[in-house]
Structure formats: C-alpha cells, structure tokens
C-alpha cells in the first residue's frame, strides 16, 4: 500500500477551520504488513494536538463495557476527544454473535468499509483510537484497520485519562462527518481460528498459544463473563497488564522487547497466535509486540468465548502442568 507524501485537505465544511493546515506524519511508517516499527503505533498527547490540525486525521472513540452494552455510548455523549465518533464494540466492530461464534466475530469486510466510510475516514485518513485509559479496546479498532491493510492508525497513549490529565476540553456532541471513500481487503494471514487449534491438539502439532487476560481468568479461578472458566490446554498466560506502566500508559520499546524476549525464551522462533475471551483485548499483544519490533502474533478472534461452544473441546484450570508448556500437544 503506497503511503502518501502529505495529508490532503479536508472537504467537509464543518471542521474546515479547525482543520486547515496539513502536515506530514507518514514518514516513520513502514510498508511491511508482517513486522512493524514503534513509529505511528502510539501517539501522545501534544502530538495529537499537533494532528488534529491536520485535515486528514479521525479520532475514534472505542468506549465499551462488556456487561453492559449501553455504558460505551453513554460515556462518549458525556464527553469526549474533540470530533471523535464512537465505535461500539459489538455492532461496529463485530457482527452479530451465532451460536458457533465467539462474543466479538469480525464483520463482513464490505460492511466495517461502509462503517468507516460513515465516520469520514479513507484510505488516506490517519485513525487515532482511544478508550477510557490503558487501549484494552482501542487495539481492537487497531488492529482491524491494520487487518484491511490500512496502516494510518495509532492508538492514544493512555487514552482519555491522559487527554483530561493534560487540561484539554471535551466535547458531548456528535459530529458529522463528510462520507469518504474506503476500500480494503481482509489479510486472512493474521487470523487463526478454532478448527487450526483443535486440530494441532488432536495431532501434537506444537504451537505457542499466549492468553491475555488475568491471571485468575487464566487458571478459571473466576469467570465474571463467559459461561464456563478456564483455559485451553497448553495455552500460557501474558496478562496485557504487563504491557503498562503503573500508571497506565504503554512501556517502552525497549521494555516491551525485553519482556518479550523472556517471556518467549525458546518460543522466539516459533510462530504466535494471541488469544483472550473475545479476540479484543488479545490485540493489546499484538500492538505490543509491534511496538517491540516483533514478528506480530496471529489473533485468534473466536478466542476463549468460542472455544467453549463445544463442551467437547479440552478445558485446564489452576496449576496443571500443560500450562507453563507454551506448546498444545496431546
């Protein structure tokens, strides 16, 4: 995909005065789908001040509560990043649940363009996503957009905390935004899905499968969402957590290499699929491995909440040994 020199002008009328100088904030961008760089990933504060005078930048506001669909919405009409759209988890960036699917299956490719295209983003617009703090779901739209090839998207750095922590003032109102042009399509290679996994436990075919959520998730200590607790049978466990500084915003390039690089140890060269309990936070991984330069792990979308549709399919819980193996091998 060709990156461009510049960004274009802005034809819609509304934010025309708001957005009338453009700036070049492609140049730290690479090309490769399959290995990324720091650069573009992330983006601060004063640095997306900087970009909201640019034309050709769209913030997305990815608010959401898993127990309860409506919060999501609400929190963004009570106030949010200057002319962002809100991105409701389970109508925009998922399709309806059926009952061999995870809670979050991706839409059909044709509808999430439409969707973007209804928020005034292009294949030229840079997406700068955001959640309430830590980018748990701003990675889902991150990592979809970097799924239909569309590399101009960064996630806010410590989301609206950090924006209401720097003294800047929200808006309630909804925007509207001029429809653009967005065309992509789905790179099916950075997706893995169950029958893959069912099929390397039932032959002994090693893989390195990594679940992000907590610890007691993990181990079935608790489960506050999904219907049965546990973990998938060689899966090991990388909460997202550890992606974060104490206070909530993303470690370092060189952090996040060095965490990787031990947590890996002699799984480095094997390749990764990354999984949660609906393939959203799972993406906080992928970005993590990205920022770290890493070969990006595969997103298993289905994730926890599809494997249990089968009360065939194996279930570990607490200290079994298989759960430190990092490999699925039956």
């Known amino acids: 995909m060709r990156l461009p020199a510049h960004i274009v002008s802005d034809p819609n009328p509304v934010y025309k005065a708001k957005h009338a100088k453009s700036r070049d904030f492609c140049s730290g961008y690479t090309k490769m789908r399959t290995k990324l760089t720091m650069p573009g990933h ?14 050709a930048c769209r913030l997305v506001d990815c608010r ?12 963004y009409l009570a106030g949010h990043l200057p002319g962002a759209v809100h991105a409701d988890m389970d109508k925009d960036l998922a399709s309806e649940v059926m009952p061999e699917t995870g809670r ?19 294949n030229e617009t840079h997406v700068v996503a955001y959640d309430s703090g830590n980018g748990a779901l701003a990675v889902r739209l991150w990592w979809m957009l970097k799924w ?10 410590g989301g609206l905390a950090a924006w209401s922590a720097a003294g800047e003032a929200l808006e ?3 925007p509207t935004w001029a429809p653009a042009e967005f065309s ?28 992000a959520r907590d610890e007691g998730r993990f181990r079935g200590d608790f489960e506050p969402i999904d219907t049965v607790a546990g973990r998938i049978p060689g899966a090991r466990n990388f909460p997202l957590s550890r992606n974060l500084t104490e206070d909530g915003y993303w470690r370092s390039a060189q952090e ?25 936070t799972a993406c906080h991984l992928i970005m993590s491995a990205a920022l770290a330069g890493q070969e990006l792990p595969r997103l298993y979308v289905g994730s926890w909440s599809e494997w249990i549709r089968d009360k065939n399919r194996p279930v570990a819980t607490g200290d079994q040994a298989d759960s430190g193996s990092g490999r699925l091998r039956v």
Do not use: Y
């Open 172 to 174: 309630t109102t909804a």
């Open 104 to 122: 979050h299956p991706l839409p059909e490719v044709d509808i999430f363009c439409r969707t973007l295209e209804s928020w005034g983003i292009g």
């Open 64 to 75: 959401s509560d898993l127990l309860d669909p409506d919060k999501g919405r609400a929190d």
């Open 42 to 55: 992330l983006i601060d504060v004063p640095s997306l001040k900087a970009l909201l005078n640019s034309s």
């Open 184 to 211: 992509g399509s789905a790179d099916d290679s950075m997706v893995a899905t169950t029958e893959e996994i069912v099929s390397a436990l039932t032959s002994g075919k090693e893989i390195n499968l990594i679940d």
């Open 256 to 280: 996040l290499e060095a965490i990787w690089a031990e947590f890996q140890g002699a799984e480095s060269d094997r390749s990764t699929i990354v999984m949660c309990g609906s393939g959203v």
């Open 148 to 157: 239909l090839g569309h590399d101009h998207v960064s996630v806010l750095n």
